[in-house]
């Protein structure tokens, strides 16, 4: 077992993680199961180990996904249900009139397309892997329905049924996929009416370097504030309220700049072992059960082992026995809201070149729990779906986006290159791979590692895709970049690969003729993980674990070097400053120094600055702005302007040394990071919940060490410092002595509220503890909590 102490002022928290680690060193002899399930084609068994982690045995390939599908039925089926009745638009069916428009919204986003291309897309095995997927899960439902199993409580809660599957289910939902950039450029329009577009400076930095244009024919203050009404409804995450009826509402979702991941591939030259080492910790939105599910399939010819979202067949990071592969977003721009002039004389009509185009429509009818069937109208235009129409202005808004496009259900293309054997199969693999866009990582058996960019980058030939643009004809994908087209890397120079969602277009990139995209995240995590990777000639699996709970924030060296001139010339902007000056740059949960930097930078200094510098018609639109953006403006103002840099920096850090005293009172030696910065795992049925079933359903709070911007990402909300987003899973791997391998999820493996692996893991998470991924037969048996052995059922 790894057991490592992450932050010895938790003791409460270190000594659960040491003493769940403990016992399940002493385990119990595997407690076995026996069951005749319908559609198993052969006799199978799935051993699931100490940590909740199951590992298929089949007799084929399409058994092997077959259990895959009905066991995450068993551990997780609440969670892919209520994910498909959203992606389908069918919430209003099951939870009443709250819902309908979430349900049309959701409809606009459909793959409508040709199903053949769709299925073909994704390579030869993509259609019998989903039909075998779907297959599992409904042979799980219908014993459920046959009264073989009971109804699971959240079902039982929420007082709905679970729905059977269609293999098309899987790749026709798009809304849960990852894109960008449609919010900013609303936002940039927005910033471009009220004070033209050079005010927008602030608002987000742009790499490389780039001056934005308004488009020709656009007029910004065309675009309405709430034209992404309909967007944001088919995107959102579902949640419940216990008002009148239980009816439900929509979750508060994150920005796009909180979601983000690490990882990185690490040649046996500079490793201790002299084996690669391959490490990858995506970040997502937080919640319960976990957005990950960790699955060990085996099967003749077959074996793979890792995380991917539950819903969906396989996996996206993990290992074969021959190859590691990992991903983070890469923030090529695929999508784009386009803006129409409506026929004056046709209700029904936009402009297209010099004539007019019908709008297409397609009715449809909402199931509405209660109540009687709502019908609904979709709009598209040849772009995409309508989402506002402005029949005053004659205007109409859609957005065009890649997931119209065959083949770009959100990861599900890693059902290409999770079988491939070697660097040429797994880029192979890659080149038709749509959605979301990520930077892949990649190491094998044979001491080789490799990175490659992948995802559908439209070509704009003549707009840059930072603002709404004319639907007339004049601004038009012509196709996409090749793969070839995107940045990619094998067997470098320096040992090592990294990503962190940084821009990382090579040098020499013709980026001004492929516009990929212009707004990445902050480099601050790549940086910090850049500058420990190179420093390590000879990497452990136990380094590579300690860089992704690594809590270094280094955006403190160039603040704090403008804070060097400063004096503190009253009591508290003295504290301030000294408390600054004793800080070691570590965002600790006991650290009084990292709960001042991080309120000051992220609610007072961006606020200050951008109060200083932006028109003030723009102001409100801007807010914090982005720190990259408010650094760079700080670093660029002359000695002509010190003073005025000076009092920024001085009122702002007084501001947030005020909110600090007033959160947790006047002695600073009281004062702590963790006090503030807590995490919680929240099922989105607590609303509906007793008091009882809601702590069963509940993880945390526990305090957290770092923040947006350090290698343990950790996004917090600004309004009560509650974590919202930060890894969903961790891995780090051995590639070739595969079972000194190491994995956490969190909060567990389970989705059932009852299940000792529900939340078992969010100690170990919390404290920056691993567990085994065990992958070797041996190692299996070894760690195997119960033993389930499935027979075909006897028709």
């Given at each position: 077992m790894?057991?490592?102490?992450?932050?010895?002022?938790?003791?409460?928290?270190?000594?659960?993680?040491?003493?769940?680690?403990?016992?399940?060193?002493?385990?119990?002899?595997?407690?076995?199961?026996?069951?005749?399930?319908?559609?198993?084609?052969a006799?199978?068994?799935?051993?699931?180990?100490?940590?909740?982690?199951?590992?298929?045995?089949?007799?084929?390939?399409?058994?092997?996904?077959?259990?895959?599908?009905?066991?995450?039925?068993?551990?997780?089926l609440?969670?892919?249900?209520?994910?498909?009745?959203?992606?389908?638009g069918?919430?209003?069916?099951?939870?009443?009139?709250?819902?309908?428009?979430?349900?049309?919204?959701?409809?606009?986003?459909?793959?409508?397309?040709?199903?053949?291309?769709?299925?073909?897309?994704?390579?030869?095995?993509?259609?019998?892997?989903?039909?075998?997927?779907?297959?599992?899960?409904?042979?799980?439902?219908?014993?459920?329905?046959?009264?073989?199993?009971?109804?699971?409580?959240?079902?039982?809660?929420?007082?709905?049924?679970?729905?059977?599957?269609?293999?098309?289910?899987?790749?026709?939902?798009?809304?849960?996929?990852?894109?960008?950039?449609?919010?900013?450029?609303?936002?940039?329009?927005?910033?471009?009416?009220?004070?033209?577009?050079?005010?927008?400076?602030?608002?987000?930095?742009?790499?490389?370097?780039?001056?934005?244009?308004?488009?020709?024919?656009?007029?910004?203050?065309?675009?309405?504030?709430?034209?992404?009404?309909?967007?944001?409804?088919?995107?959102?995450?579902?949640?419940?309220?216990?008002?009148?009826?239980?009816?439900?509402?929509?979750?508060?979702?994150?920005?796009?700049?909180?979601?983000?991941?690490?990882?990185?591939?690490?040649?046996?030259?500079?490793?201790?072992?002299?084996?690669?080492?391959?490490?990858?910790?995506?970040?997502?939105?937080?919640?319960?059960?976990?957005?990950?599910?960790?699955?060990?399939?085996e099967?003749?010819?077959?074996?793979?082992?890792?995380?991917?979202?539950?819903a969906?067949?396989?996996?996206?990071?993990?290992?074969?026995?021959?190859?590691?592969?990992?991903?983070?977003?890469?923030?090529?721009?695929?999508?784009?809201?386009?803006?129409?002039?409506?026929?004056?004389?046709?209700?029904?009509?936009?402009?297209?070149?010099?004539?007019?185009e019908?709008?297409?429509?397609?009715?449809?009818?909402?199931?509405?729990?209660?109540?009687?069937?709502?019908?609904?109208?979709?709009?598209?235009?040849?772009?995409?779906?309508?989402?506002?129409?402005?029949?005053?202005?004659r205007?109409?808004?859609?957005?065009?986006?890649?997931?119209?496009?065959?083949?770009?259900?959100?990861?599900?293309?890693?059902?290409?290159?999770?079988?491939?054997?070697?660097?040429?199969?797994?880029?192979?693999?890659?080149?038709?791979?749509?959605?979301?866009?990520?930077?892949q990582?990649?190491?094998?058996?044979?001491?080789?590692?490799?990175?490659?960019?992948?995802?559908?980058?439209?070509?704009?030939?003549?707009?840059?895709?930072?603002?709404?643009?004319?639907?007339?004809?004049?601004?038009?994908?012509?196709?996409?970049?090749?793969?070839?087209?995107?940045?990619?890397?094998?067997?470098?120079?320096?040992?090592?690969?990294?990503?962190?969602?940084?821009?990382?277009?090579?040098?020499?990139?013709p980026?001004?003729?492929?516009?990929?995209g212009?707004?990445?995240?902050?480099?601050?995590?790549?940086?910090?993980?850049?500058?420990?990777?190179?420093?390590?000639?000879?990497?452990?699996?136990?380094?590579?674990?300690?860089?992704?709970t690594?809590?270094?924030?280094?955006?403190?060296r160039?603040?704090?070097?403008?804070?060097?001139?400063?004096?503190?010339?009253?009591?508290?902007?003295?504290?301030?400053?000294?408390?600054?000056?004793?800080?070691?740059?570590?965002?600790?949960?006991?650290?009084?120094?990292?709960?001042?930097?991080?309120?000051?930078?992220?609610?007072?200094?961006?606020?200050?600055?951008?109060?200083?510098?932006?028109?003030?018609?723009?102001?409100?639109l801007?807010?914090?702005?982005?720190?990259?953006?408010?650094?760079?403006?700080?670093?660029?103002?002359?000695?002509?302007?010190?003073?005025?840099?000076?009092?920024?920096?001085?009122?702002?850090?007084?501001?947030?040394y005020?909110?600090?005293?007033?959160r947790?009172?006047?002695?600073?030696?009281?004062?702590?990071?963790?006090?503030?910065?807590?995490?919680?795992?929240?099922?989105?049925?607590?609303?509906?919940?007793?008091?009882?079933?809601?702590?069963?359903?509940?993880?945390?709070?526990?305090?957290?060490?770092?923040?947006?911007?350090?290698?343990?990402?950790?996004?917090?909300?600004?309004n009560?410092?509650?974590?919202?987003?930060?890894?969903s899973?961790?891995?780090?791997?051995?590639?070739?002595?595969?079972?000194?391998s190491?994995?956490?999820?969190?909060?567990?493996?389970?989705?059932?509220?009852?299940?000792?692996?529900?939340?078992?893991?969010?100690?170990?998470?919390?404290?920056?503890?691993?567990?085994?991924?065990?992958?070797?037969?041996?190692?299996?048996?070894?760690?195997?909590?119960?033993?389930?052995?499935?027979?075909?059922?006897?028709?």
């Amino acid at each position: 077992m790894t057991h490592r102490t992450f932050d010895v002022r938790r003791p409460a928290l270190a000594a659960l993680a040491a003493a769940l680690l403990s016992s399940a060193a002493h385990a119990a002899p595997p407690a076995e199961e026996s069951r005749a399930v319908a559609g198993l084609g052969a006799p199978a068994e799935i051993r699931v180990d100490r940590w909740g982690v199951p590992h298929i045995y089949a007799a084929s390939v399409r058994d092997a996904l077959f259990l895959q599908g009905y066991n995450v039925a068993r551990d997780r089926l609440w969670q892919v249900d209520l994910w498909r009745k959203r992606g389908l638009g069918l919430l209003a069916r099951d939870f009443g009139p709250a819902y309908v428009e979430q349900d049309r919204a959701a409809r606009l986003f459909l793959y409508r397309g040709d199903m053949d291309a769709e299925w073909a897309a994704y390579g030869p095995h993509a259609k019998t892997y989903a039909e075998a997927f779907t297959a599992g899960v409904n042979a799980f439902v219908q014993e459920i329905r046959d009264g073989e199993r009971p109804l699971p409580e959240e079902f039982v809660i929420a007082g709905s049924q679970p729905d059977l599957w269609r293999p098309e289910d899987v790749v026709r939902i798009r809304s849960h996929g990852l894109t960008r950039n449609l919010s900013a450029e609303v936002k940039r329009a927005q910033i471009a009416c009220a004070a033209g577009l050079e005010a927008a400076q602030l608002y987000k930095k742009l790499e490389p370097a780039w001056t934005p244009a308004v488009p020709a024919g656009l007029d910004p203050c065309d675009v309405p504030a709430d034209v992404l009404k309909d967007y944001d409804l088919a995107t959102a995450s579902v949640a419940f309220s216990a008002g009148p009826g239980k009816t439900a509402e929509l979750a508060s979702d994150l920005p796009p700049e909180a979601i983000g991941s690490n990882n990185w591939t690490v040649s046996g030259s500079r490793t201790a072992t002299g084996r690669p080492i391959l490490a990858n910790d995506p970040h997502r939105a937080h919640g319960a059960p976990s957005l990950r599910y960790i699955v060990h399939m085996e099967a003749p010819g077959f074996s793979v082992i890792g995380a991917g979202e539950p819903a969906l067949p396989g996996v996206s990071i993990g290992h074969n026995g021959t190859i590691a592969f990992g991903l983070t977003i890469f923030a090529a721009d695929q999508e784009d809201l386009y803006v129409y002039e409506t026929d004056p004389q046709e209700l029904g009509r936009y402009r297209y070149g010099d004539g007019w185009e019908p709008f297409r429509v397609e009715r449809e009818t909402i199931e509405v729990k209660g109540e009687a069937p709502r019908e609904v109208t979709l709009q598209f235009t040849r772009h995409g779906p309508v989402l506002a129409v402005e029949a005053a202005k004659r205007r109409a808004f859609a957005v065009r986006s890649v997931w119209a496009e065959p083949g770009t259900s959100a990861y599900f293309g890693s059902a290409g290159y999770m079988t491939a054997k070697d660097w040429a199969g797994f880029t192979a693999a890659l080149e038709t791979w749509g959605a979301p866009s990520e930077n892949q990582v990649y190491a094998d058996t044979s001491g080789h590692i490799g990175w490659m960019a992948a995802g559908r980058a439209p070509r704009r030939g003549n707009w840059d895709g930072l603002l709404p643009v004319p639907g007339d004809g004049r601004f038009e994908w012509s196709g996409f970049l090749k793969a070839s087209e995107l940045p990619s890397l094998y067997d470098p120079a320096q040992g090592w690969i990294a990503t962190a969602n940084q821009m990382n277009l090579p040098e020499g990139y013709p980026y001004a003729e492929r516009k990929v995209g212009f707004e990445w995240s902050n480099n601050a995590r790549m940086t910090r993980i850049a500058e420990v990777l190179a420093a390590k000639t000879e990497l452990t699996v136990a380094d590579a674990m300690a860089l992704q709970t690594d809590v270094v924030d280094v955006t403190a060296r160039p603040l704090l070097a403008l804070t060097a001139r400063l004096e503190g010339r009253d009591r508290d902007a003295k504290a301030a400053l000294d408390l600054l000056r004793n800080w070691d740059r570590h965002v600790s949960a006991d650290s009084a120094g990292a709960a001042l930097f991080e309120t000051w930078t992220t609610k007072h200094l961006g606020r200050a600055t951008v109060a200083h510098a932006a028109p003030k018609a723009a102001q409100a639109l801007i807010g914090a702005g982005d720190l990259a953006a408010v650094i760079d403006y700080l670093e660029a103002l002359g000695p002509g302007a010190q003073g005025e840099r000076d009092a920024i920096l001085t009122d702002s850090l007084k501001a947030a040394y005020a909110e600090l005293r007033e959160r947790m009172g006047p002695d600073v030696s009281t004062w702590s990071w963790g006090r503030l910065h807590q995490v919680k795992f929240e099922h989105a049925l607590t609303p509906l919940a007793d008091p009882a079933t809601k702590a069963r359903m509940t993880a945390g709070p526990a305090p957290l060490a770092g923040t947006a911007l350090t290698p343990l990402a950790a996004t917090w909300r600004p309004n009560d410092f509650r974590v919202t987003a930060g890894a969903s899973f961790r891995m780090v791997l051995d590639v070739g002595d595969w079972d000194k391998s190491r994995v956490v999820n969190t909060p567990g493996q389970s989705g059932n509220p009852s299940s000792p692996h529900y939340k078992d893991l969010f100690p170990l998470w919390a404290a920056g503890e691993y567990v085994p991924l065990v992958y070797s037969r041996g190692a299996v048996e070894e760690a195997t909590e119960t033993v389930i052995r499935l027979t075909p059922a006897q028709p």
